[in-house]
């Protein structure tokens, strides 16, 4: 729907993100006569960071099916009004609201509503309306799909050619045969459909990509901690684990999306906003031939609905391709975390082994202080200021210091054999 919004800056090609780059990275450097149409994109990027003004005109970076890329605003009531969704919807692709609204993928008469991680885009059957293109890796996923769009435009130019070069190759056949369209398949795909591909393709590539970059620092970390319990290690564990749990959430969030989507055919075919749209004409059509022809509205004589399986099963390949690339990456993130486990249940024995020698040298201890006591005690006896006619008789002193040191060392002897007996001491 060009001409629809406000400020249609138009960019062709892939060259068009790089100038983008400039405009949204808001570096104040940049030489503004160089810019051409995107002078006023930078400056109301400058505004929307000075405060909340932004809220009634948002910047949009659009892409059509060409690949064709243009910076666009657009209030909320023109996005309600040109593409049938609602004022929630936009709230949930605010990027200062993103921590209060989970990832979904929301199917709208004329529009797909979607919010993965750090996409956030409506998808309509002719262009992909993204933003929050101030993020890096938000143009990287727009270069991405100018790539594919322009692919498929030269991929079809050579699709046209060798259909007009080889028209007996192709056998036309209502009955499943090969057909032009058989042929190519992939070019086929609605184009919300192949926008939706690539959304899911930047989005488990970039959860991919933490996972192994968390994998990386967890392995030594946890390997040092093995190694040797200190309190660096510990805390060095200790963030890696934070993380680990915050990634693991945002793939599992991702992962309940997409098999829900998968569990549910109605779901899958209302993603298909082309076959809804063709649906809906061809009942239309076929109301108008049975008004024509004098028969009540859904009578047989329009003809039986056509199957649905084909737009489910166009949906699922999609789905499904990617539901197994995040359920990898799920999968990766619960070995993580069966490994964290683990190292931490080898760090309790540990500990706990520690902590059983501690007692037991305690025990030793408090053995041999109870066999001090023994002669302590008998000091004490003779110690207390009481005539008994034996306070200058030297022999009597040895034999009560032999007698008392020998009945404390077998008491220290008993104790010891004792906790031995029953395995209180290895």
């Not at 249609?8 to 993100?17: F, R």
């Not at 810019?35 to 400056?43: A, H, R, V």
């Not at 693991?248 to 309940?256: A, G, L, M």
């Not at 082994?353 to 305690?362: H, V």
């Amino acid at each position: 729907m060009p001409g629809s919004f406000s400020s249609n800056h138009s960019n062709g090609g892939i060259t068009g993100v790089a100038a983008l780059r400039k405009v949204t990275s808001g570096v104040a450097d940049v030489n503004h006569t160089q810019l051409g149409p995107y002078k006023d994109s930078l400056k109301a990027t400058e505004r929307k960071k000075t405060g909340p003004l932004y809220v009634a005109a948002r910047k949009w970076v659009k892409v059509d099916r060409n690949g064709t890329s243009s910076i666009i605003q657009a209030e909320k009531n023109e996005l309600t009004h040109q593409l049938g969704v609602q004022l929630r919807d936009l709230r949930v692709l605010d990027p200062y609201l993103a921590a209060s609204y989970p990832s979904a993928i929301l199917s709208r008469d004329r529009a797909l509503v979607v919010n993965l991680e750090h996409i956030k885009c409506i998808i309509a059957t002719d262009h992909v309306l993204v933003t929050n293109a101030e993020d890096d890796t938000v143009l990287a996923f727009v270069e991405e799909l100018q790539r594919r769009c322009a692919s498929c435009i030269d991929s079809d130019g050579v699709k046209q050619n060798a259909s007009q070069s080889s028209p007996d190759l192709v056998v036309l056949s209502d009955k499943g045969d090969m057909t032009k369209e058989n042929m190519f398949p992939f070019l086929e795909i609605p184009f919300e459909l192949r926008v939706l591909e690539v959304v899911l393709e930047s989005v488990c590539t970039h959860l991919e990509r933490l996972t192994s970059e968390l994998e990386a620092a967890a392995h030594p970390a946890l390997d040092a901690l093995t190694n040797k319990v200190s309190t660096h290690n510990l805390e060095r564990v200790r963030r890696i684990k934070n993380r680990m749990v915050r990634l693991n959430t945002r793939v599992e969030t991702i992962h309940e999306l997409l098999e829900k989507l998968l569990d549910d055919d109605s779901d899958m075919k209302d993603i298909n906003l082309t076959a809804k749209q063709l649906d809906m004409e061809r009942t239309v059509s076929l109301q108008r031939n049975s008004l024509k022809a004098g028969q009540p509205p859904g009578s047989p004589f329009g003809g039986e609905p056509e199957d649905d399986d084909a737009d489910v099963q166009e949906v699922e390949m999609v789905l499904e391709t990617y539901f197994m690339h995040i359920d990898n990456t799920y999968n990766k993130l619960q070995t993580l975390t069966e490994y964290i486990d683990d190292t931490e249940d080898y760090i309790n024995i540990e500990l706990d082994n520690q902590r059983n020698q501690l007692i037991r040298i305690e025990l030793v201890l408090t053995a041999a202080t109870f066999a001090v006591a023994i002669i302590g005690s008998i000091a004490g006896i003779f110690g207390m200021n009481l005539n008994n006619g034996h306070e200058d008789s030297h022999a009597l002193f040895l034999v009560v210091t032999i007698v008392g040191t020998v009945g404390a060392l077998l008491v220290f002897a008993a104790v010891i054999a004792y906790c031995r007996h029953k395995k209180l001491l290895a």
